[in-house]
Nanobody, 124 residues
Framework: VQLQAFGGGLVQTGGYLRLSCLVS????????MGWFRQAPGKEREFVAA????????YYADSVNGRFTISRDNAKNTVYLQMNTLKPEDTAVYYC??????????????????WGQGTLVTVSS
């Protein structure tokens, strides 16, 4: 199973970015997907998750209302639209695929494969 994340970069406060994650080697449409992030010196934290058919969405309080997770099962791709970015959003963002369709998908332990990460830097 491979996950390839794209779309990170440098953006000013208030700007936007769209991350993409392409999945191969697993039946993409059968599993939940998540985005996590890790800032320097901090633990990896949950950002957003989406159920296998896109019917259930979950967000961390810190990004709710600013970020939107979506998926295209025909393209084996999950997206994270990030709007109104803040300096505290600066981190390496990781996509991950879950291995069971139970729960709210907010825990790292609910995912078994991870992408390589893409760096998002928000300047003040």
């Amino acid at each position: 199973v491979q996950l390839q994340a794209f779309g990170g970069g440098l953006v000013q406060t208030g700007g936007y970015l769209r991350l993409s994650c392409l999945v191969s080697g697993r039946t993409f449409s059968s599993y939940p997907m998540g985005w996590f992030r890790q800032a320097p010196g901090k633990e990896r934290e949950f950002v957003a998750a989406i159920s296998r058919n896109g019917g259930r969405l979950y967000y961390a309080d810190s990004v709710n209302g600013r970020f939107t997770i979506s998926r295209d099962n025909a393209k084996n791709t999950v997206y994270l639209q990030m709007n109104t970015l803040k300096p505290e959003d600066t981190a390496v963002y990781y996509c991950a695929i879950g291995y069971r369709n139970i729960g709210s998908y907010t825990l790292l332990s609910q995912y078994d494969y991870w992408g390589q990460g893409t760096l998002v830097t928000v300047s003040s």
